[in-house]
């Protein structure tokens, strides 16, 4: 969205390939300048978000996604080159499918619009998420030039989304102007993270009332 500083700025610097990767001067290149086949990125991502859940970073090979996704391995090397980006790709698949800015809530309120966004999850499946994010922080871990990708990855589809509910808020005057959306929009999506991450606990419904009623609304109407 432009004009605001929340994004994270869009990572260029090339990882290290992963141990099982093929050197550059192997890989197989398209002939004829045919187009890459997507169809089965789908397929491929969500593979490697069930093998990091299992085996984390450190554990997760491109044969196995290969074979787990029924792909040839030439078909991920083409399009990612390395287990690191193949990784990022897949945990920013995970979040963008829980969020769609483009068919957001519009209850008329800004409080309202932030809880139907919440969307209640089991508890295998709030486990299998908080693993993957986990493997995030172990590919941090091993390169820090991604730290800014995986900020992209974990936490700008959902600031993303409460931008929008946010500056639908101050166009219909529930909230100043002056209030500084850019950064509390950033609030939940960084609690939700830290919870995952570090307490190890799933973002809930209750957990979110309270940093709706306890933080956000307060932020904006204090700015």
Known sequence: MGGRDHAAPTVHAQPELAPDAVAPGQRPVARGGRKQDRSRDADILDATLELLADVGFAGLTMDMVAHAAH?????????????????IDAVGRLKRSQVDVEHLPDTGTLRGDLLALFKAQTDVEAERRMRA?????????HDRSFSDAAHSALV??????????????????????????????????M?????????RKPFDLEFLVSMIDGVILPALDNT
């Open 133 to 141: 994010v986990a493997g995030v922080v172990s590919l941090i871990s």
């Open 156 to 189: 700008e589809p959902w600031a993303d989304a409460h931008f929008i509910l946010m500056q639908r808020a101050v166009d219909r005057s529930e909230i100043p102007a002056t209030a500084d959306i850019q950064t509390v929009c950033q609030v939940a999506p």
């Open 71 to 87: 792909a040839g391995k030439a078909t991920l090397y083409r399009r990612w080159p390395s287990k690191s980006e193949l990784i």
């Open 191 to 199: 609690m939700a993270a830290y919870r995952a991450l570090v307490q």
